[in-house]
């Protein structure tokens, strides 16, 4: 098996992974808050990277780290709207489409905070976007849910986190910057949670079951596994087996918690993922001709 191949396979799994914990978390979040449940994941989840990446952390300046920190506030604003969104949705698939685009939204907020104009391929794919959006809020007239509007301000916050994170971050290795932004991001958490939410009395083992499946396997193990696929992937590839996560995530809702899916909406995904596909396709065959 070439070094290609079993980058493209540990990508596959890691799609899978990250579709999974969209479960997980559904599931914890029945006996845990949900700022608290992401300010520990994410803090805990940091501690098990820590290991990996402390001889670049040693070689790393104060004034970098704050920085990767300070963009990990960021990621986090982004996942407690994401958060947000399941705790009060009654399914996972919708959500996940509407999450994906948000690389379609970066060259929009590029050119917001940095002037960067988006290249034409963004444009044509934007139209194509919205009308997905349009098929998946349609139930016999246009009604977009509450839920839908917060996945919608995530996937911004997401495209904000990554232009941040692209211009300010780009010093520190992957695997260090994704352990300072989780940190970061699970401090705020539980500093947001303290102020705002309150813990039950007790928590059930199955609750902390799901916690530490999120943990370990949605978000240690699955940027453990990304940043590793990346490393030895063909980028184009690796892009494009990154859209698997919405459609693994749609799968397990279905059978789990038994997603209706109408006709309107299977077309509104399609066409979702029609515009990324094209999207990242154009954008990176006219990086290959600059």
């Not at 010093?171 to 813990?199: D, K, N, Y």
Request: proline share 4%.
């Amino acid at each position: 098996m070439t070094n290609r191949f079993r980058a493209e396979f540990i990508l596959i799994f890691t799609t899978l992974l990250a579709g999974a914990g969209w479960v997980f978390s559904k599931e914890a979040i029945q006996g845990l808050p949900p700022f608290g449940f992401i300010g520990l994941r994410f803090l805990l989840a940091s501690l098990i990277l820590l290991p990996f990446c402390l001889k670049a952390l040693r070689t790393t300046s104060f004034k970098d780290g704050l920085r990767a920190m300070g963009v990990g506030s960021a990621l986090g604003l982004s996942i407690f709207c994401w958060i947000h969104a399941i705790s009060i949705s009654e399914t996972l698939g919708e959500g996940a489409f509407i999450m994906s685009l948000s690389m379609l939204f970066v060259p929009m907020v590029a050119w917001g905070l940095f002037g960067n104009k988006p290249v034409r391929a963004f444009w044509l794919s934007l139209p194509i976007a919205l009308v997905g959006l349009f098929l998946l809020s349609w139930n016999g007239g246009w009604h977009a849910q509450t839920s839908h509007l917060w996945f919608l301000t995530a996937a911004v916050g997401l495209a904000v986190h990554f232009n941040l994170n692209s211009k300010y971050s780009a010093r520190l290795s992957p695997m260090l910057l994704t352990t300072l932004q989780l940190f970061s991001a699970g401090c705020f958490g539980l500093i947001l949670s303290f102020c705002v939410e309150s813990w039950p009395e007790t928590i059930s083992t199955g609750t902390w079951t799901w916690f530490g499946l999120s943990v370990v396997l949605a978000t240690s193990l699955r940027y453990l596994m990304q940043t590793t696929g990346q490393k030895f992937a063909q980028p184009t590839n690796a892009a494009l087996l990154m859209l698997l996560e919405p459609i693994w995530t749609l799968i397990l809702s279905i059978i789990i918690y038994s997603e209706p899916m109408p006709l309107n909406k299977i077309v509104g995904c399609a066409v979702l993922l029609g515009s990324l596909i094209f999207y990242r396709l154009n954008s990176m065959r006219i990086g290959k001709t600059v």
